[in-house]
């Protein structure tokens, strides 16, 4: 068993030198996340400019062609995802402008009115009504864990969150690729409808509603970190008086501030890091004999963004991503906390 | 604007030196802090709704994760999954996420399977001081 050395705090009524290692607040042993921002973000529910999705195929001329599309200049759309094919100078990821519109055909720009958006190959696919983007610049340089918590619209009321998505996973959709971290910045596509099958058991169109999410960046990143245990120990105690070490935020007076505002108190648990890393593989060993917390995200090859993913499962060994398969690079972080 | 408080380096990182990210803790930057951790068993009739509540009693809307154990699917491993789920498996569908007010934390789901069985669930939820909704 490896060595402690430096400095450990362990939670209230446990003892720091013999406690298993997920009792302990941190440990010099063992990495943190921190948070490197909080925020509340908003943006509209975006109307729908079509009608679900609609065929095109495109010319050299930079010419869409969409029978009877219904669209007006300043609309605008996205291809849909994994649809387009051919149409070089052409993505599924951008949002267009519509311009220079006739009946059955258009031009599109990347800004409103702007230059038109030069295509070097004929081509076809889907275009759908774009979302709305939110996009929040952190200029981390490199891939880090987030979480976004939908908390709520104007018209539903903000009574509650949800960890993102606002249902069981019906629009509005805020995991999978509609949440997209890149290496400077976070992008989130909020879709036309907001379902709340579980409060009112009906999909509704809330297109115009104000949306709010809270998104918290971790400062971390995926670089490995090898599984590690100090102590598997499971001598504890109990008090109910407060003692240990907290420290507050800066602006918070440490004696009389509120645990919230506090960076850390050894008063709560902690979500000590056990390991971390990427793998294009099927599975991750974590030893630590029971079923950890943990939190994934994932890439697929060529993607310059990683998502919230939610395949995965955890056992008492291993972490599981069979099924992804090899052209995804699965990022993961295994905490000591205890499921089982 | 010189830094202060305190900072504790990974092993192998200079503690003067290295990145804010190669720290353990820092005082720069706060952690989440874990308040009630717990879980449980339970079932799901074929096409019903499974809805746990928690109390946590913060006073305000706080973060939580929480995880879901589908201990006879046929098509989930008997493992824990992290929360939102929306997967239409070959016989098996599951839908569940995890929802928070100011008093309570809602885990609900729901299932509907070939053989209209009723399914069976450990979950298992981690609630945090830190707020969700700022």
Redesign the interface.
């Known amino acids: 068993m490896a060595k402690d050395y430096?400095?450990a705090v362990s939670q209230k009524g446990y003892d720091v030198k013999t406690c298993a290692d997920r009792f302990l607040v941190?440990?010099?042993?063992?990495?943190?996340?921190?948070?490197?921002n909080?925020?509340?973000v908003s943006t509209t529910i975006p109307y729908d400019v079509g009608v679900g999705f609609q065929d095109f195929t495109v010319a050299t001329n930079d010419v869409w062609t969409s029978a009877g599309h219904g669209l007006n200049n300043g609309d605008k759309i996205r291809i849909s995802a994994e649809s387009l094919t051919g149409g070089a100078g052409l993505n599924d990821h951008d949002i267009y402008y519509v311009r220079d519109k006739t009946t059955n055909t258009f031009k599109v720009s990347l800004t409103n009115g702007g230059t038109v958006v030069n295509v070097t190959s004929a081509g076809d696919g889907y275009w759908e009504s774009a979302p709305s983007r939110i996009t929040i610049t952190h200029n981390l340089g490199y891939y880090a864990p987030f979480?976004v918590?939908h908390?709520g619209t104007s018209g539903i009321g903000?009574?509650?969150?949800?960890?993102?998505?606002?249902?069981?996973?019906?629009p509005l959709d805020l995991?999978g690729s509609n949440i997209r971290q890149y290496e400077n910045k976070l992008e989130i596509d909020i879709p036309l409808t907001l379902d709340q099958?579980?409060d009112d058991g009906e999909p509704v169109n809330r297109s115009g509603e104000t949306v709010?999410l809270?998104v918290?960046q971790f400062?971390?990143?995926f670089s490995t970190?090898s599984a590690r245990n100090i102590n598997t120990g499971t001598t504890s105690g109990s008090s109910s008086t407060d003692y240990g070490i907290r420290?507050s935020?800066a602006g918070y007076d440490v004696k009389t501030c509120t645990?919230?505002q506090?960076?850390?108190?050894s008063s709560?648990?902690?979500?000590i890091v056990h390991m971390k890393g990427s793998t294009t593989g099927d599975t991750v060993s974590h030893s630590l004999s029971y079923?950890p917390?943990?939190?994934?995200y994932t890439n697929f090859s060529g993607d310059d963004y990683i998502y919230y993913e939610?395949?995965?499962?955890?056992?008492s060994s291993i972490i599981?991503f069979t099924g992804m398969g090899a052209d995804y690079t699965k990022y993961y972080i295994i905490f000591k906390?205890k499921?089982? | 604007m010189g830094d202060y408080g305190f900072r504790i380096s990974q092993d192998g990182k200079d503690v003067k030196t290295c990145e804010d990210k190669e720290c353990v803790i820092t005082s720069k930057y706060a952690t989440l802090k874990g308040s009630i951790s717990g879980g449980g068993a339970t079932t799901c009739a074929d096409g019903g709704l499974r809805t746990i509540t928690v109390a946590h009693n913060l006073g305000y809307i706080p973060y939580v994760r929480a995880f879901l154990n589908p201990t006879d699917s046929d098509d989930f491993n008997n493992d824990y999954y992290q929360l939102p789920i929306w997967v239409d498996g070959i016989m098996d569908h599951l839908y569940a996420s995890v929802y928070v007010d100011s008093t309570n934390v809602y885990i609900e789901w729901e299932q509907w399977n070939g053989d209209a069985l009723t399914r069976n669930y450990n979950y298992k939820y981690f609630i945090f001081l830190d707020k969700a909704k700022v």
């Not at chain 1, 709560?268 to 979500?271: M, P, R, T, V």
């Not at chain 1, 939610?310 to 056992?315: F, L, Q």
Request: hydrophobic share 40%; with cysteine; net charge negative.
């Open positions: 430096g400095a941190y440990s010099s042993a063992f990495s943190n996340l921190k948070i490197f909080v925020q509340e979480f918590i908390t903000r009574d509650h969150s949800y960890f993102f998505t606002d249902s069981a996973g019906y995991y099958y579980f709010y809270t918290i400062l971390d990143d970190i420290i935020k645990d919230e506090c960076v850390f108190s709560f648990f902690n979500q079923i917390n943990f939190l994934t939610v395949y995965p499962s955890v056992d599981d906390d499921m089982n």
